[in-house]
């Protein structure tokens, strides 16, 4: 399965996940995208390099960036699985376009769904962004490395 995202930065919230999906699939590759619309607060190497040591303990995944359509970079991992995260009603709404596009765009490629844990459910990287840049706290959210990276960079 492909876990495609912008991961700016990767969260607890998205290695939960990762790390559920691990158990599920015989390879996990988490897809991060060069070319989002909306412009990275982090690089894309940081982004590659932070989220492969936070999945450091992780044997089966892969870690890489991807700057075409999702569906072809699918198509060239040989991979039929999209997997997306849902955390809560409000996700669901841009998912389900998202997926529905997709699956115009390959109809052989499926998008799963899962929903994290409890205590990940109110994580997305813009709310670690926006705590960061106020000089909250956000080591509940990220792992150490990232929050270490986070805080060089601002
Ligand atoms: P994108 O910019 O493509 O939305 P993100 O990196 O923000 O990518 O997220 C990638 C995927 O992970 C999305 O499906 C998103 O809904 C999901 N996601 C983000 N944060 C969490 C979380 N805390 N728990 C579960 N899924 C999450």
Do not use: C, W
């Amino acid at each position: 399965a492909i876990y495609p995202g912008s991961f700016d930065p990767i969260t607890n919230g998205h290695i939960d996940l990762i790390k559920r999906a691990s158990k599920l699939f015989d390879t996990v590759i988490i897809g991060i995208t060069q070319n989002s619309k909306k412009p990275a607060f982090l690089d894309i190497n940081d982004r590659l390099e932070s989220a492969k040591t936070a999945l450091i303990d992780i044997n089966n995944i892969k870690v890489m960036s991807f700057d075409t359509l999702l569906v072809d970079f699918a198509e060239t991992q040989n991979v039929q699985i999209i997997l997306r995260g849902l955390r809560a009603v409000s996700d669901f709404e841009y998912e389900f376009q998202l997926s529905g596009m997709n699956k115009h765009l390959n109809p052989t490629i499926e998008t799963l769904f899962m929903t994290p844990a409890e205590q990940y459910a109110n994580i997305s990287s813009s709310l670690v962004r926006e705590i960061l840049s106020l000089g909250g706290d956000i080591s509940a959210f990220v792992p150490s490395n990232v929050e270490n990276l986070l805080k060089e960079k601002i």
